[in-house]
């Protein structure tokens, strides 16, 4: 199991930008697809996009796309999310997960970092 630790978080001001960074322990991430969610305060957990990383695809629902970006690092073995344009309700803790290719739920994940934006 892989585990995952989030940094990146912060108190921005609207519009800004910031870099989230998810770093794996696993041996090796070739056989995982890396996603990220968020949730905000009484709000259930929204998934913001994944990196299949063998392949380096992503997919980022279109509720964030054109604002968000995901990337990775394979020295590093980090997955990052690049949010731009950010607005109030962007603010919640970020997650990074981990499942296996073939897994159908995610079984790792980190333990979050905040992300607060100032209107």
């Known amino acids: 199991q892989v585990q995952l630790v989030e940094s990146g978080g912060g108190l921005v001001q609207t519009g800004g930008s910031l870099r989230l960074s998810c770093a794996g322990s696993?041996?090796?991430?070739?056989?995982?697809?890396i996603g990220w969610f968020r949730q905000a305060p009484g709000k259930e957990r929204e998934f913001v996009g994944h990196?299949?990383?063998?392949?380096?695809?992503?997919y980022l629902p279109d509720s964030v796309k054109g604002r968000f970006t995901i990337s990775k690092d394979n020295y590093r073995k980090t997955v990052y999310l690049q949010i731009d344009n950010l607005k109030p309700e962007d603010t919640a803790v970020y997650y990074c997960?981990?499942?296996?290719?073939?897994?159908?739920?995610?079984?790792?994940w980190g333990q979050g970092t905040q992300v607060t934006v100032s209107s």
């Open positions: 990196i299949i990383w063998n392949i380096s695809r992503t």
């Open positions: 997960a981990a499942k296996h290719r073939a897994s159908s739920s995610w079984d790792s």
């Open positions: 696993a041996r090796t991430l070739s056989t995982y697809i």
